[in-house]
């Protein structure tokens, strides 16, 4: 079990960091461009400065030196002197802590990306604290709160990243509002989906990071809760579950359920299971997973966005995406067979086969700069648009090529990740729509639309979670760089002086990106909780070999057990 006590409560040194990462000569290369960037506008002008004064001193104290230049051919001596020098300088500008300069101390300690990480939650925090504490979700600008499921949303989403980011006073107040404040006994209506990621999720995981057997309590207590909305005439769940009356129901429009919500509650249903030893949490997810197995109306893999929960047919057929209203079915096939120990061929199967589906119909590359995308089917038209949702799907390739699947799935995770980075920098914000187009001309010009109505950026953390996968398994430096420009944007654009951050309507426009006022709790579940990742040096810490994340990013254990 991994204990917050151990290197994540350090603050990593760059040479630490330097000496752990990379161990050849195009890595040290990277390196030392990465620690140049990390360095502040201030701080390079110093080293510049003192790389420059040294430079003068030895042309000044060494006569010879300076005649050299005027044609003569350097001799041995002269040389060994110039390579000592300009070594002298790049050891100083390496090494160097604080200078003195006309006495006046200046810090030039590289940027601490890890400190910078939880200076982010502490700020975000604060404005939950101060203007929404108990609520689900802070509206950072108006200073109030938003109201979801009433249940402390983004207390308990939060947790485990505390725990994880070694915030031990900040934890300590969320659990003690979790083990006297929160009550599911309430008559409120929540969605089978979101609770089940959010809540029990976060519940589970961080009952395994702490040991701590209140929040299995909890667990418990909501996942019986949300049992009733497995009562349906097909066995496929309703969207609603009233956690206080104990009955469910699907939205007042429709007998539909969305497929990606019944199908990502596995996870963590099954865990729960396992910890209670009680089969009847993973009997009612693996029966969901065998009907959809089965079903008729599948496309290469692909499946519809809707099901219905009387007659368990698929519904709305001929739209295949992977993005909203069905991402996560394909994160969750990978992630079950993962958690099983890979022991339930079914899921491998239907897993394969989908991305054989997706490169066959839904990949594309864009006109101008050739990046290969994701988009949607719509009754044998193809879209090229991509939501920012889509972009769990480097992460989710790279891990199934991590387990043993083929390798062209990580070739496909390198280009998707090249893509959705894009996605951000060819935005004037820096930050990704949620929706993008993009542009099948062979044509100079940008390779991503955005329609008006697509523009906003809601804090998501897919693109993150993404380069967290792609730098754990590649160590290309890259990534880490990508992502700190992102956490830079979040923190130019969507930061709240008074605490918090706020989704964003315009990420083309850097003068007015128009705050929407709302603090997604996933921000502090998810996101910052990638980022911190991203930048750790321990590689142990939540590895990938022993833990599996969520779609909501809480780690739960990979089972050293078949399931029964
Ligand atoms: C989160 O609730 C989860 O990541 C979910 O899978 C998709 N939507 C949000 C984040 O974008």
Partial sequence: MYSPSRKDFIALTLSDQHSRSYNN????????????????????SLILFLLALLLICGLLFYPSFSEQWGGRPLSPLSLAVSLLYLHAAIYVSQRVSVVSLASEIVSVKPVDRLEMVREAFRHAWKGYKEFAWGHDELKPV??????????????????DTMWILGLKEEFEEARKWVETELSFSKNVDVNLFESTIRILGGLLS?????????FLEKAKDIGLRLMPAFKTPSKIPFSDVNIGKGTAHPPRWTSDSTLAEVTSVQLEFR???RLTQDP??????????KLVHKLPGKHDGLVPMFINTNSGQFTHKGV????ARADSYYEYLLKQWIQGGKTEPDLLEDYLEAIEGVKKHLLRTSGPRKLTFVGELNHNRFNPKMDHLVCF????????????????????????????????????????????HFNLQPYDGRDVDVKPADRHNLLRPETVESLFYLYRFTKDAKYRDWGWDILESFNKYTRVPSGGYTSISNVR??????????MESFFLGETLKYFYLLFSDDLELLSLDKYVFNTEAHPLPIWQLPPV
């Fill in 25 to 44: 000569g195009k890595h040290r290369r990277q390196s030392c461009w990465r620690k140049w960037k990390q360095l502040s506008r201030l701080q390079r």
């Fill in 206 to 214: 961080t009952y395994h990071l702490t040991g701590d057997e209140m």
């Fill in 271 to 273: 865990e729960l299971s």
């Fill in 320 to 323: 295949f995406t992977l993005g």
């Fill in 509 to 518: 426009d850097p003068v007015n990106p128009g705050p929407r006022d709302k």
């Fill in 393 to 436: 799907l480097p992460g989710t390739l790279a891990l199934g090529a991590h387990n043993g699947l083929p390798e062209d799935h990580m070739e496909l995770a390198l280009q998707l990740m090249e893509t959705c980075h894009q996605m951000y920098i060819q935005m004037e914000t820096g930050l990704s729509p949620e929706i993008a």
């Fill in 142 to 159: 108006s200073k109030s709160y938003g109201e979801w499921f009433g249940l402390g949303l983004t207390i308990i989403d939060a947790l």
């Fill in 280 to 289: 009847q949490y993973q009997e009612v997810v693996n029966e969901v997973m």
